[in-house]
């Protein structure tokens, strides 16, 4: 054991030596009791949670021989584990023009052909900032579709649930860039073929 020791001890002796002539570099070990968060680097415990989208509703604006035009309302929620105000930052990104929203509700106008199906995609960032002040973003792609299904515009317009993918995080200060991710999904035309007329009613 003593010589295992003196063994020890002369090399730290060699190495101090060696910075002492400049070839190596020397720091004595340092133990700290309680580390502080540096700036610039986020606290794992203060990320954004999980964000859900609640049940889109839509009321129908338009509709026509050859299809209908709807107005779709999404919310989204998600929690900021350290407390602190919520950023929010939401975009629709296809079918049509981009739609931003700097609220965790969004609203847009979309329209679909008669008796075909449209996907609409986007993306929706929550910024929380934790305790030393830096802001972190979860990302995520959502998509819904919406549905002209052919009959009579009293019952013309059905939407599906909203689902988000690709979780990412994104420390920034404003909002990242929600462009899109994926590429813009061509309107999927269903198994009944487009007739351009609606019955009555």
């Known amino acids: 054991m003593d010589s295992v020791q003196g063994r020890e001890l002369d090399r730290r002796e060699v190495l101090r030596r060696l910075a002492a002539a400049g070839a190596v570099g020397w720091a004595s070990p ?3 009791s309680s580390p502080a968060s540096a700036a610039g680097v986020f606290t794992a415990k203060c990320a954004p949670g999980v964000v859900t989208a609640g049940a889109p509703s839509f009321s129908q604006t338009g509709c026509t021989g050859t299809g209908t035009t709807i107005t779709v309302t999404i919310t989204f929620a998600g929690p900021c584990r350290c407390g602190g105000v919520s950023t929010w930052c939401v975009q629709k990104n296809s079918p049509g023009g981009v739609v931003s ?4 509700t969004i ?5 679909v052909p008669i008796s075909q199906t449209i996907t609409i995609n986007g993306r929706v960032a929550l910024g929380c900032t934790d305790r ?5 973003f ?3 792609n959502w998509t819904m579709t919406a549905r002209d299904n052919g009959t009579a515009c009293t ?3 059905s939407v599906t649930p909203v689902v988000l993918t690709g979780r990412t995080l994104v420390t920034s200060i404003a909002c990242p860039s929600l462009a899109s991710m ?3 999904s061509a309107p999927a035309t269903s198994t009944t073929r487009s007739t351009g007329t609606r019955p009555p009613g």
């Open 30 to 32: 340092m133990i700290i």
């Open 101 to 104: 929203s700097t609220t965790p």
């Open 107 to 111: 609203s847009f106008s979309v329209s």
């Open 132 to 136: 030393d002040g830096d802001r972190q």
């Open 138 to 140: 979860a990302v995520y």
């Open 155 to 157: 019952t013309a317009s």
């Open 182 to 184: 994926m590429p813009t």
